[in-house]
């Protein structure tokens, strides 16, 4: 998952591409699971949040005689998802703009919808943009109320920063709840799955977990503070996260993530 601007913030977001795939083998689990959930032989198939390839490339692998095309918002990401996948064609976009031309055998999108506002709407027009038999599968982080986020929207909220920082936590999209995709699903799907999974990742200490968010959801936080500042934060930060994941006799810490997964067909 990639956008170029994941909150609405005035302020310009330019991701660290090196930071973010850091932790690809940790990162690219879901989309490792959701594929092969995965039935039939696409044709067509577009990958929604590609981020740097790395979800393009397993679907790909999962489907080789299929037209797979990437999407995402980043110009960054995009240009080192065309590096490490060449063959393919990957296109800057926003999400919530998007329309194919044709209809779409494979709608796939890993740790990415959470970014796009009204899935009310969105999701059933995803749904039809799809081809007769066609799958929608998406994957998404299910962790606004784990200490992590918590922590972020706390730390933003009292500091000198938070006449900047608070409107970028009230902007941050909240997934809906489970039942909620069903009812919009539904009606216009064979049949639809939804799952839960808590992915645990044991990480070296704190300072790893603070790489993974400084790779994705705390750019934008960091992006209205001057340097002094993003350094005061990430301190206060880095004493809550060492209260909320204790290091084990290892060393290591325990990092949970939920994640919803959302596996559609359409009739056909």
């Excluded at 994957?139 to 109320?145: K, S, V």
Aim: hydrophobic share 40%; with cysteine; glycine share 6%.
């Amino acid at each position: 998952m990639s956008n170029e601007m994941p909150f609405a913030t005035e302020t310009p977001v330019s991701w660290d591409v090196d930071l973010f795939l850091r932790f690809e083998t940790e990162r690219s689990r879901p989309a490792r699971d959701l594929l092969i959930r995965i039935e039939g032989a696409p044709q067509r198939a577009f990958d929604l949040g590609c981020g740097p390839g790395t979800s393009t490339r397993l679907i790909v692998e999962r489907f080789p005689a299929a037209e797979v095309i990437g999407l995402d918002s980043s110009t960054e990401m995009i240009e080192e998802a065309r590096r490490r996948v060449p063959g393919v064609e990957f296109r800057r976009m926003d999400m919530s703009l998007w329309r194919p031309q044709k209809r779409v055998d494979l709608i796939f999108s890993d740790n990415t919808l959470q970014w796009v506002a009204d899935h009310r709407s969105l999701f059933p027009r995803l749904m039809n943009f799809l081809s007769p038999g066609g799958t929608l599968a998406v994957e998404m982080p299910d962790n606004h109320q784990e200490p992590s986020h918590v922590l972020m929207r706390l730390i933003a909220a009292d500091g000198p920063w938070a006449d900047r920082l608070v409107p970028v936590a009230k902007t941050r999209a909240v997934i809906s709840a489970f039942y909620e995709y069903y009812d919009w699903l539904r009606p216009l799907a064979r049949d639809v799955e939804l799952w839960r999974t808590t992915y645990i990742h044991p990480l070296s200490g704190v300072d790893a977990l603070i790489d993974w968010f400084r790779g994705s959801v705390l750019l934008p936080y960091l992006a209205p503070l001057s340097p002094a500042e993003s350094e005061a934060f990430l301190d206060r930060y880095r004493s809550g996260l060492e209260e909320a994941y204790p290091a084990e006799p290892d060393g290591r810490l325990l990092f949970l993530i939920p994640r919803l997964f959302i596996l559609a067909r359409k009739p056909g």
